[in-house]
């Protein structure tokens, strides 16, 4: 028997003893830890979208002012957007 053979037979196996597991329901608690409360505020003045070749819209702080995770509720460079010079 080949060793491509035995590796393919080896990963059916230990495949079928994590299936048998069987994945675990998912909680509204498990939901809530993976939301965060920072994301880039589609309406402040300098949040701009930039699309990535495979269709991704990307959303980020101009002024650098994000934290990783995105912008705080109370951000200090928070602008509210404006259209022709007018606050929305």
Known sequence: ???SKRRRQRANREARREAEHG????????L??????VT???DCEHAV????ADGVV????TVGAAVPGGCPRDCASF???RVGGLSL
């Open 23 to 30: 994945i675990r329901a998912v909680t509204d608690a498990d």
């Open 79 to 81: 602008e509210r957007r």
């Open 49 to 52: 979208t930039r699309a990535t």
């Open 1 to 3: 028997m080949s060793t």
């Open 32 to 37: 809530e830890q993976l939301l965060a409360d």
């Open 58 to 61: 990307l959303l980020r702080c």
């Open 40 to 42: 880039v505020r589609d």
